[in-house]
């Protein structure tokens, strides 16, 4: 493409409050324009790079056996009544009505239209599996918009669904799309990790999240430093905690302690470490309805509690909120000296939840529901009925839960951008909607459903947070719109104007796709837009022509190399290796 | 594909309410689905074909120079605020309020889009001309959404638009857009014509569709039966007529005729051809802010009113509604016998308009505006300041305005369905929304701009109105999803089996796109769906196998002819040339 005769506008200013790079970047460099909060238009440069993604993801998809489709985007309210969402779904729907005051919404994904789909054409398990995917535009009526493509509210996702008749398949087509996304994102140029993410809050029997790896990310994800072990915050695991001080050896009692509130204190005034304290968490969990309860977390004192662990080991909790002093002391429980003896005071059937490193733990130091009192020789193999769940938020430092006991890997935290999604939603949908088939019994049964996203056009963002430098963008093989920028240095020098062109038509021929700077513009407006824009790699046709050379510039790194022109072919079989080999 | 392995759903028996062929079909092939008034999915074979048109429409507008963007499609209503079109854009525009009670618009047309987005970024006629378009989502709230995807709501449209510095040059640009459209619609297989096309109510010098002639054809379209000319009814014209009956010869005079109340009456009274009579047509103009008018046309009265032609002529007019006798009374006229001389007693300035063929006709017999009283021996060349317009709706058998004087090419009409316009829009949109450029001499114009439509998904009906039987649908060899349907007529018959695996394996290698019908279903049923679906070849692997013999079926008129398979590279050939060939 001529540079004259597109559409490239580039600016030399960022745009204002723009706090990531590759919002500013790809703004300054002409691929996308704000038409609306968290709406973009893409421009030339900007579809070109859509339109390379979009085509690897589909090419991915379909060798995996996925069809294509396209569905509705204007959706029906009727099918989101009937799953329950258009009344859940927070205000990221938008909801509205057409000239005949039937509702609608702008579909922020895909599960009640596809279920829908597969409900009405899909009769027994002998059409089973099917996986359905699309390439489309979504709408989510973000509350703050931001960061250019990366939080934006019209969007490009591709979502997929598969249909399944048994748990097994369902897992199968899971781990294949593990598999199909990894190689996606490998394709594209990108370091990612693939994480596990929480599924408590929809069920399901499990999901991963496929994060490139950015100090700009929003998500915090841990990784183990030895093997490929990675997992949201919520979803992070350990090798269970061994001690690492001696346990404090006593009969129960109860001790005098006088001014201590805190884990700190207490471990100090018994000259112990945290790790043999019991801490007690009450949070206040609300339920459908309104309805809320008090449940209470135990946990080793050395530990913290994760917020969304802690959410999704009460059954049918939404939220879980902060517990005022006044609500815990209503309880009949003494803050700051909560232990497990006294909620067994506690009427009704409480919510009360150990962390699963606390099986049978003994010598602990707990709280003794008395206000300056204290238990010790506390052994938890004397209760009954306890409940352990995982509750524990993991530590940089911790064991990796795959390779730790092995090989010694341990878990460090790390920033990435999440770019897919994929889920086993289990019968959710299937169930709300009365989507079934016929098993082999001739028994009608839901059908078990995975989901599958990958952020089509936050990848432009997820791309640049990676790979950029403070000139501009260095996009990867696979997502640059061109290969090669040829810059004429002076259009008016009509030798290098001539040569621009010769090795344009050259390269064309060979297959590489090419930007030519042919505007009346300085050689320095030409080189920064080169660097801003960010393809693989430059050519200048300049001065130099006059002694038969060319330059020849490596994005990435900015270095530059005088390629000799006396051998046409053989410069233009050189510039195609450096191409070929670039990625 | 296996046909096993992908989603495809087809029904024998037509949904209800179906009208058009291409709807009923494209519906029982599994094409596509409603999820709401007007809103289709596209399951896979349908997304294939609209993959393939937009494949060529973008190759071809790629190649025109244009340059390919993506617009926002939630598009805010500030801007449609600026170009006065979202109080005058009709109930289409589905305007909705997002969560900060902001007002959006779901695109219907990006003409606002585009000329914020050129006005931002393009400074100078140096910048100019410049053609960005896109393929994409277009939503119009239509009252009576119908036929399938013909008149949905929800639509895919390739819509470009052009910028530039002169009328000369958009001409140029609508020029070449009319050969590019005409070679994306040759290369789609189909038999289209381009007409003229009204485009006085935009004003604006030029308007042309594209219209796919099918006798389900929404539009009338009035065409030459011996040259390439065609155009809307609104637009045709026509050679002058050329009296074919004496002139009745007579002084001016005032003559008794009662009860002669219409033209063939009056005709009929003197003994002349109506071609002779002079009718007056009366009707109302509304106005802006609801202001109207009376307004009289002429023509002979062998000639009929076309109503677009005629509100085109009143400058400023928006509609044009029927005259009641009340409102003609009042204005001091005689419903029946209203000719121009009474005209001259009117107040004001009346809108009065003479069809073009009127200039200096004699021996005219026109109403004398009083009861049972008509002049004869009329002549118009005596008027003075009358005003001509082209009024009339030309008739099947006028001689073609571009071939009939010199080859006698006759007109006559047909009907299409619009699949594509072209448009040179002026500075309507440019001088609304104050977007200028700085010319060569350094003043600020208005951009002059052309659009340019396609409607994508429209085109699916478009090619199966054209292209069907009464078995199905029959695809042209660029439109179909998959150019041949290997049938295995029994998978139990493992050689049958093994065969049609290896025709399958062998087609594609050479790039035949194939379905492979490996279903667990009866032969009756494959070749039934094949007729359905359309695809352009079939090969059946039945029973012949034991004599060494497959069937290949050519779809457009179900030709069998059975092919050996003893030479098997020389069976692919043949096959391959088959496909090659057919179009």
Known sequence: MRFSKSFI????????DVVLKSHEYLIRAGFIQQIGSGIYNFLPLGKRVLDKIRSIVKEEMDNSGANEVALGFVTPASLWKESGRFERYGKELLRFSDRKDNVFVLG????????????????????????????????????????????AREFIMKDGYSFHSSFEDLKREFDLMEQTYSR???RLGLDFRVVFADSGAIGGSGSKE????????????????????????????????????????AEFAKFHTPGVKNIEALAEFFKITSFWTLKAVVKKAIFDEGKSALVYFFLRGSDTLNTTKALNAISGANALIEASEEEIKAAGLIPGFIGPFALRNLTGSPYIYFDNELQDAGNLICGANALDYHFVGVDLSTFEGIEYKDLVEVQAGDLCPMCGESNGGKLYFTRGIEVGHIFQLGTKYSSAMEATF????????PFIMGCY?????????????QHHDERGMIWTSATAPFSVDIMVSNIKDSAQLAMGEKIYT???AQGIECLLDDRAERYGVKIADFELIGLPF???VGKGLQKGEIEIIKRRDLSREVLKISDFVALVAEIKTLVDKCH
Chains 1, 2 share one sequence.
């Open 9 to 16: 506008p580039t600016f030399k200013e960022a745009p204002k």
């Open 108 to 151: 922020p994904t895909h599960e009640e239209v596809i279920t829908e789909l597969v409900k009405a054409n899909v009769k027994s398990y002998k059409q089973l599996p099917l996986h359905l995917y699309q390439i489309n535009l979504k709408f989510r009526d973000e509350m703050r918009p931001r960061f250019g493509l990366m939080r």
């Open 184 to 186: 996606i994102f490998t």
């Open 210 to 249: 496929f994060m490139v790896l950015a100090k700009s990310g929003e998500d915090t994800i841990c990784v183990c430093d030895t093997c490929s072990y990675g997992a949201n915050l919520e979803a992070a695991t350990r090798i269970k905690i061994a001690p690492n001080t001696q346990a404090p050896q």
């Open 438 to 445: 016929l098993d082999e019994m001739g028994k009608a049964q």
């Open 453 to 465: 996203g990958i952020g089509v056009s936050r990848l432009l963002s997820a791309v640049i947070e």
């Open 506 to 508: 050259a390269l064309r």
């Open 538 to 540: 430059g050519i200048v």
